[in-house]
């Protein structure tokens, strides 16, 4: 008898515990009531800061509570699809075309129309089933060092990879999903063979190991260890208004070259959201859409992240202004989902790290 | 039979649900192995899967050496030796440990970097142009280091327990014997150390293998890399469990080798009364030479560190609120006590029902429990809500009829979380608590229960009592480490649930090293006043 009591008790704890649990997170939100219909539930690949003041300036112009849930991309997405119809997600937001797109393939996303959306965001911004729209654009650079490189000297990315830039190239590994979308862009417009070459003629000429994060590739041009290095538009901004001055003085020292002017445009990726298809809060998803498309919060990602609105009748801040206009990549955004197992095949293939 | 029967009670079924509910999530994993292998599969063999092996057995094998040398040496000075600043040691020598690996290697790579103190220093205070190359840290050999530095605490802590706690007539009566210190060491320290030394290396092989945040970020290519590479780049959760299950295969060779070093020699107490040792005094050189060695080790996996991490918290000092850091605080403080005081119950349990069955296939039962930790977060968090998802859907009508408006009650709660940490962390506990059990013995529990006593009231009134280094030890283990967890945190949150780790995570990963400096300092401190708080109450229960 005695047995079964101390066995009961040690249950009874652990129920009790379970029920503080989720208690304790119920108290998190707002007011418990789920029902209220004035909330929307978010799961963000994005983890900026610029990002959660944007969310609180939303509650308090709508009243709609925002609850978050940050992760990665790939997991969230994992997560979702686990979750299955019952899931509580409404929005999912992420910071590259290609996981988007994933989100559409998996059939996690629903098509949703809004004559705001349309006038906000761009259609080559949008996918074509409307299951997500673009909301900040970020363009993938060569960033050169000044006093070794002219910018006449340089062309386009497929030119990186020949004979003259052995030993002088810096990029980060395959890994990273921006190299992945940019190698995707390649296949996409210059077909599968001539992306394979271009990206073991890239191998051979890295300077280093991929290591490190996009920053590094910046620091190690400072340091004299390449001439050049591909990198995203945001860093160079970050890097340029960084607290510790040694990074400005590394900024500084860096010129930024849109590559392919003259033949296919410089490669951009996009943050976008989309609807999730079981969606119970499907109207304030909308509305969040749009809150961030609208004009007010595409200058606040803007001027906060460096990043490029997608909004048109938004002007990017004077820092992005000055280093000029540029053409873009034309191809639809899904290309760069399509062909992204592709690019990580062919990294592999050719050994880049 | 009757044998048998008699240990069938309380205890038994306990431990039994408590195995089975840590295994299933691993079965998923096993049958994986079983699939038909696809194109990505062979992709993967032809061209990576093979640096990735040899990658992989370099990280593990080098850091497992590196620990035991340091682990086991320090254990062994603080446990015999008395020397200066031997008091501050014994328990600041756990600190590096609060440090999570993933920041360690930023915050290495930030002092170590062209923009960082020292290069800067070199550049412009002393006109020095050096070779960058001598300072890059990223890379295999500083993957090492960074693991080594910062896991090296569970090899030491374990053994110095051990070591500290052990009954001292064995030590002593070496040294009456008149048997040197060297021989001592070799002799008998190291063969009665050697299960606590194998415990606290193979946890390190376990993180060091499941680690992702330190390989991705110096692309250092991993078979954990390949599990999320096939699983996120390929979409291709066939292949990813295939590597996963190929990963946990090696895991299992571990622990079979584990069993086999320990042998079958035990060493157990004669007496309940834990006399710690006689310590040697060290004088002169030697003593400073003990000191200084533990010194800078501590200051390699700890002081240089913080005191970047600090210089960086003052940079950016007040860009996130207060309040906003008291609730994570709060919210890691939470989950890291709740999940930390559970793994030590079920360790219990399990660990007693360990040592009370009979018959070799029997004792390996319990080891499955450890494999939770060979298996990815990312993969663990996937399973369990996918367990989470279906054990709601069998409650909804429950639900609905209590008045929830929701079908998913326990899959957006804190307790998905909490059990995904105990699938990951038991081993942690459970090696820290087999090691306790196993240095009691069973004779005063056999004592015990011929005077009648039932097992319940043996349990609490003899084991427990003496395992408390253990129950401790295990305890601050998972509590710092569920404090540094990420994969697993950042996927099982519920709603507006940050905690100090992945707040650290999210700068870090993008490049905010400097933002991500003030939670993880926090990680760090209350890492170390874990620390502090119970060796306080062990120092006082040892009295």
């Known amino acids: ?353 | 039979m009757q044998r048998r029967l008699a240990n069938f009670n309380i205890w038994t079924v306990g431990a039994v649900i408590i195995i089975l509910m840590l295994f299933l999530p691993n079965l998923t994993i096993v049958t994986g192995l079983f699939t038909p292998s696809n194109d990505n599969w062979e992709h993967m063999k032809e061209f990576v899967l093979q640096q990735f092996v040899i990658n992989s057995l370099i990280l593990t094998l080098a850091t497992a050496t590196a620990t035991i040398l340091i682990g086991l040496s320090l254990a062994w000075l603080i446990a015999q030796y008395d020397f200066p600043f031997r008091r501050f040691l014994k328990w600041a020598l756990i600190l590096p440990l609060s440090i999570p690996p993933f920041i360690g290697a930023y915050t290495y790579h930030g002092i170590l970097n062209f923009t960082g103190p020292i290069q800067t220093t070199l550049r412009e205070g002393f006109g020095m142009n050096l070779d960058p190359a001598y300072f890059d840290i990223m890379n295999l050999p500083g993957a090492i280091f960074i693991y080594t530095m910062f896991l090296y605490p569970y090899v030491y802590t374990i053994t110095q327990v051990y070591l500290s706690e052990q009954s001292a007539s064995l030590i002593e009566s070496t040294r009456l014997l008149g048997k040197g210190p060297w021989r001592t060491f070799f002799q008998v320290v190291l063969p009665i150390s050697r299960i606590s030394i194998i415990a606290g290396a193979s946890l390190v092989v376990l993180e060091v293998l499941n680690d992702y945040g330190v390989v991705k970020y110096y692309g250092i290519q991993t078979f954990t890399t390949a599990i999320f590479q096939s699983w996120f780049g390929l979409g291709d959760l066939d292949t990813s469990i295939k590597l996963a299950a190929s990963l946990m295969g090696f895991v299992i060779i571990i622990l079979l080798i584990e069993k086999l070093l320990r042998g079958r020699r035990q060493y157990s107490y004669f007496s309940t009364k834990v006399r710690p040792l006689q310590l040697i005094s060290l004088s002169g050189w030697k003593g400073f030479a003990a000191a200084g060695y533990g010194i800078l080790i501590l200051s390699l996996g700890f002081f240089i560190p913080v005191i970047q991490l600090v210089d960086w918290t003052i940079l950016t000092f007040g860009t996130i609120p207060m309040e906003e850091f008291m609730r994570y605080v709060q919210n890691s403080v939470l989950v890291a006590g709740l999940s930390a005081t559970l793994i030590v119950i079920f360790a219990l349990i399990v660990g007693n029902f360990a040592r009370m069955v009979q018959g070799k296939y029997t004792k390996l039962l319990p080891k499955l429990t450890v494999l939770g930790y060979s298996i990815p977060g990312a993969v663990i968090a996937v399973a369990v809500v996918t367990a989470f998802v279906a054990l709601d859907g069998y409650l909804a009508p429950l639900y609905l009829a209590i008045g929830l408006e929701t079908t998913l009650v326990l899959s957006v709660s804190i307790v998905l979380l909490l059990s995904a940490y105990i699938i990951r962390f038991f081993a942690i506990g459970y090696n820290s608590i087999e090691t306790g059990y196993d240095k009691i013995g069973t004779n005063f529990r056999d004592a015990s229960r011929l005077l009648g006593a039932g097992p319940t009231k043996t349990f609490f009134k003899v084991d427990v009592p003496m395992m408390k280094g253990a129950i401790i030890s295990g305890f601050i283990l998972v509590f710092i480490d569920v404090l540094k967890e990420i994969p697993l945190t950042l996927i099982l949150r519920p709603f507006n649930f940050d905690t100090l780790s992945t707040k650290a995570f999210q700068y870090a990963s993008d490049e905010k090293i400097m933002e991500a400096s003030q939670a993880s300092l926090l990680i760090v401190g209350i890492s170390a006043l874990a620390i502090v708080i119970f060796y306080k109450i062990l120092e006082k229960e040892m009295d």
């Open chain 1, 1 to 353: 008898m005695k047995k079964l009591l101390s066995f009961l008790l040690v249950l009874g704890t652990l129920l009790v515990l379970a029920a503080c649990g989720s208690s304790n997170t119920e108290e998190s939100e707002t007011s418990g009531d789920e029902a209220s219909g004035n909330e929307v539930n978010l799961y963000t690949a994005r983890h900026y800061d610029v990002d959660d003041e944007l969310y609180k300036k939303f509650e308090e112009e709508t009243g709609i509570k925002v609850n978050l849930i940050k992760g990665e991309a790939d997991e969230l997405l994992e997560r979702i699809k686990r979750e299955g119809d019952a899931t509580q997600a409404d929005l999912f937001l992420t910071a590259d075309a290609g996981r988007l797109h994933r989100a559409k393939e998996d059939g996690i996303l629903q098509s949703v129309s809004s004559d705001v959306l349309d006038e906000q965001v761009p259609a080559n911004f949008q996918d074509e089933d409307q299951m997500w729209y673009g909301l900040t654009k970020r363009a993938r650079v060569i960033m050169y060092d000044k006093e070794k490189v002219d910018p006449s000297e340089l062309s386009t990315y497929e030119a990186l990879a020949e004979d003259e830039w052995a030993g002088r190239v810096l990029i980060r590994s395959s890994e990273n999903i921006y190299n992945q979308s940019l190698f995707a862009s390649l296949i996409e417009l210059n077909g599968e063979e001539e992306a394979k070459e271009w990206a073991a003629g890239m191998v051979d000429n890295f300077a280093r190991d991929p290591e490190g994060g996009d920053r590094d590739q910046a620091k190690a041009i400072a340091a004299g260890v390449g001439d050049v290095a591909i990198m995203n538009t945001y860093y160079y901004g970050q890097m340029l208004n960084s607290e510790d001055p040694e990074e400005v003085k590394v900024a500084e020292s860096l010129g930024v070259f849109f590559p392919n002017q003259d033949t296919t445009g410089t490669h951009v990726n996009v943050s976008g959201a989309g609807v999730v298809k079981s969606s119970k809060n499907q109207e304030n998803a909308i509305q969040l859409l749009e809150f961030l498309s609208a004009p007010e919060a595409q200058e606040t990602f803007a001027s906060a992240n460096y990043e490029y609105p997608v909004n048109e009748s938004v002007e990017p801040t004077e820092l992005l202004q000055s280093w000029g206009d540029f053409k873009e990549q034309d191809i639809s955004m899904s290309a760069l989902g399509e062909n992204n197992a592709k690019a990580i095949l062919l990294f592999n293939e050719v050994g880049w790290k």
